[in-house]
């Protein structure tokens, strides 16, 4: 089992910078594929990131690409989500997720994790 915890959220201008983090209790967090998905109200959870185990391969949705860099520290036990540029439509509760696996795949829909976060809010005003 892990247990992860987000933080980093907060309110932000249009164009400027957050850095979220999903720090995972456990042992075995190297074992584990990570991504970060999101969701506004009314809507439905939708994908943002993810990592490899080993961070191998990274993936991003068409929506952030360039503009987020998703990394992980092993030895920290920690996932961070760099989000530059920032828009208005990135308003959203950001969720950290976590599948252990034996596979290097990077995992882009919801279904296939194990672990959620509670979120961490993420507002940009314009």
């Known amino acids: 089992q892990v247990q992860l915890v987000e933080s980093g959220g907060g309110l932000v201008q249009t164009g400027g910078s957050l850095r979220l983090s999903c720090a995972a209790s456990?042992?075995?967090?190297?074992?584990?594929?990570m991504g970060w998905f999101r969701q506004a109200p009314g809507k439905e959870r939708e994908f943002v990131a993810a990592?490899?185990?080993?961070?191998?391969?990274?993936y991003y949705a068409d929506s952030v690409k360039g503009r987020f860099t998703l990394s992980r520290d092993n030895a920290k036990n920690t996932m961070y989500l760099q989000m530059d540029s920032l828009k208005p439509e990135d308003t959203c509760v950001y969720y950290c997720?976590?599948?252990?696996?034996?596979?290097?795949?990077?995992?882009?829909?919801?279904?296939?994790?194990?672990?959620w976060g509670q979120g961490t809010q993420v507002t940009v005003s314009s």
């Open positions: 997720a976590a599948k252990s696996t034996g596979t290097l795949r990077v995992l882009v829909t919801a279904d296939e994790y194990d672990y």
């Open positions: 990592i490899s185990r080993g961070a191998v391969s990274t």
């Open positions: 456990g042992r075995t967090f190297s074992g584990y594929a």
